[in-house]
DNA sequence: TTGAAAGCGCTAACAA
DNA sequence: TTGTTAGCGCTTTCAA
């Protein structure tokens, strides 16, 4: 391995000082046109590569942004993530992505491994966290933002909407088109932290009318997967039959309702009505086209991005509100209009 | 902003010299137990963190893995930098991921951008790359992977398979088994490397047969979406009504035509058969199932990730294989059942 | 607009 | 096992 080409190689072929180098290789740094230029060229012709490792710590600015989400093989999870990454680009911000698996050990462990690599603000999917992850959050001397839910005790900044008041809204709105007999699959005790708050959404909105709330159907991976969805669809049928509209937490699990449903002769909606959450690109084409909530991940991103560039800006913190709340849209469709 | 905390002050308050300190962050390094005790519990209690920043520049090393796709948004991608990623955290190394959008200009871009930061190899899928792309490549001292694809003049080291090859097999299979009027959506000139080359090998597989290879319906976008199957397939009903079996660039395609057959009443297979490619979670749980080709993605990412810890662990370069074949597996479902 | 000097926080290399 | 010295390649700061 020969020696790597510096700035001082490439000055030394302009003609120039190292510092004038750097310059150049800075947009909006002052520099005479025609000096950049040569620089420019002496450092294409020896092959030069600028690097940002030296420049990181003697300026201390790294240009990273951590950001931390359950899964990646998640569509709502990649819009953010892809929305995230197109916005920072725009800042000059390169996020350093990693995935927890759903586990908070994980999730600890990558925060401690990327707040060593200096990122400039830190993005935390929900507000569940290990003691120690938390501690971390608090004491880095950055932008910490949760997304996705809002923390009951955000750590600091945090942009998102309730799960729980969603999935209310959802099931609200399908008891009021006359939805009786309703039973949920998901968000049992070990499954995602979102999941869980949307089943709390759903108790809350069949009680608030009266209406039996028990029929709870627990999956057990964290993640979720139509797999899963057959096998608490079929728990479902055989404790309460009586059931005749089922609401998921995932429109994962809404899809593996859906087919297995099919597969068993069973009429949706009219023997049965399903609605599922989160919008996947699939469920406007289902048949029929499936009910669910769109929680707009895009606009998450989006939001978490420009919460970011604007505190780093050095925006004055009075004036960048705390919570931050995304949107999400009820969408009705042909799966539920069983009992009209 | 007060100032920030360094090994030194951790060396003050436990008593030692910085250089103990590093040694005592360093898992493998030889420190007195106790010493190292003293001296992360000093740490702790000033709140030290540690900097990569610093450590990168010194060593040299920064730990990083460039890893470049076309999206995050699609699920085979996603599996295979779940693997990498997964595999490259056992050994300490961090997947710096970036997307292309399906963009030359964009992946020349990232690499551009990625090698500043010193990473210690990089991965790159596929082998299309504008002419600066590839130059950047070659000249990057760090191994270079282009994965997924087997391009036809690899930068350095390949891991993947044959789109074409995969396609080619897949179609010649359905051929045997009584399929002989075909179609292919995707694959047009605008889209995908991968989708192409899956068309070419549709190409010569039904010719190969004999038969006509013609009824090719492009697709315009060049990531894959259910709206533009529905588009296509109109097209190859109204060009080529005499197809009985329509084969796929992607899942993603083939179920966009399983919902409009349904919608329009076509029975499938009985009236149409589909295949598609990428064994998407859906697959095995539409109605009926759906035909594609696994193409392994994890196995992808694992092999990649092998690799590079391989070839960073130094091992003798002609110990290294140059391509890593990759397998895949057809799937022959329900979806093309009709012809028998 | 350009240059000189100093140093970001760590660790390689060497010494003890 | 521990310490000393020097310096990784940039950019801040100050001066011209």
Known sequence: MTKAITMKDVAERAGVSPMTVSRAFKEDASVNAETRRNILKAADELGYVFDSTASNLRSQKTGFVAVTIPSLNNSNFADTVTAISDDLAEHGLQP???????????????????LRRKPEAIVVTGGQHTHRGRQLLEKARIPVIEMWDQPQAPVAYSVGFSNARAMHD??????????????????GPQSDTRAQDRRNGFIRAVSGHGLDAS???????TNFSIKE????????????PEVKTVICASDLYAFG????????????????????????????FTCPTLTTVDAKPSEIGQKTADLIAA???GEAAQEVPI??????????????????
Chains 1, 2 share one sequence.
């Not at 309702?257 to 406007?284: H, M, T, W, Y």
Request: aromatic share 8%; charged share 25%; hydrophobic share 40%.
């Open 96 to 114: 350093l992505l990693g995935y927890t698996n759903y586990c908070v050990e994980r999730e600890e462990a990558l925060i401690e491994q990327f």
């Open 170 to 187: 959802l099931t609200d709105r399908l008891v009021r088109l006359g939805h009786h007999e309703l039973g949920f699959i998901g968000g």
């Open 215 to 221: 029929r709870l159907i627990d999956t057990t991976s």
């Open 229 to 240: 969805a057959h096998r608490a669809f079929q728990e479902l049928r055989s404790r309460f």
């Open 257 to 284: 309702v859906l087919s297995a449903c099919q597969r068993a002769g069973i009429k949706v909606p009219n023997d049965l009505s399903i609605a599922g959450f989160g919008a996947f690109e699939i469920a406007p």
């Open 311 to 313: 505190l780093l800006a």
């Open 323 to 340: 919570n931050h709340e995304t949107r999400y849209e009820l969408l009705i469709r042909e799966s539920t209009s069983g009992c009209v």
